[in-house]
T-cell receptor, first 117, second 112 residues
């Protein structure tokens, strides 16, 4: 069974704090993703990574950075948290097939509900 | 205008009803279509996957894609309380590996 775990279910931070959200997957997947989920806006891609130390911006990267030093771990960093970053953050992973195709099945973690006061 | 539109609901139906969930999209380049199901306080999980136009059936679930109308549907037959969840459509263009565009999700409640 694929397991994607996120470091916290709930997190409360103050404006201006540096925030780290951690995600770990145990299935040796190449691709990892960070999304935020907001009512009325759905899931929006912040960043994704297709390999260690590789990253690409998603649709809403402003105010965020990421780090992938090991294949199983993908971190989302809020350099200076702001109230408009209050949201549910979801991490996901997917794998590349033997033929080199990326699968569309993404395996999600349970999410971290971040509140910035 | 959003690339993918989905009625947020909530949609409340009695147990045993047939449920129809829908998404419309504006980008004709989308070729791969998915439905994810998200239970409360959990992450989404893939439910159905279709490529291009046509139907796909899996048990009580049928996914339908009409590319000419830019419209996709998920039908649930004999709905059960355990189907109560948020259903998100997702789609992808060819050549944009991994980059899915999600709908906002429809919340479904199946009542006894």
């Amino acid at each position: 069974d694929v397991k994607v775990t996120q470091s916290s279910r709930y997190l409360v931070k103050r404006t201006g704090e540096k925030v780290f959200l951690e995600c770990v997957q145990d299935m040796d997947h190449e691709n990892m993703f960070w999304y935020r989920q907001d009512p009325g806006l759905g899931l929006r891609l912040i960043y994704f990574s297709y390999d260690v130390k590789m990253k690409e911006k998603g649709d809403i990267p402003e105010g965020y950075s990421v780090s992938r030093e090991k294949k199983e771990r993908f971190s989302l960093i809020l350099e200076s948290a702001s109230t408009n970053q209050t949201s549910m953050y979801l991490c996901a992973s997917s794998f590349i097939t033997a033929s080199g195709s990326t699968t569309d099945t993404q395996y999600f973690g349970p999410g971290t509900r971040l509140t910035v006061l | 205008q959003k690339e993918v539109e989905q009625d947020p609901g909530p949609l409340s139906v009695p147990e045993g009803a047939i449920v129809s969930l829908n998404c419309t999209y504006s980008n004709s380049a989308f070729q791969y279509f998915m439905w994810y199901r998200q239970y409360s306080r959990k992450g989404p999980e893939l439910l159905m996957y279709t490529y291009s136009s046509g139907n796909k059936e899996d048990g009580r679930f049928t996914a339908q894609v009409d590319k000419s109308s830019k419209y996709i549907s998920l039908f649930i037959r004999d709905s059960q309380p355990s189907d109560s969840a948020t259903y998100l459509c997702a789609m992808r263009r060819t050549g944009t590996a991994s980059k899915l565009t999600f709908g906002t999700g429809t919340r479904l409640q199946v009542t006894l």
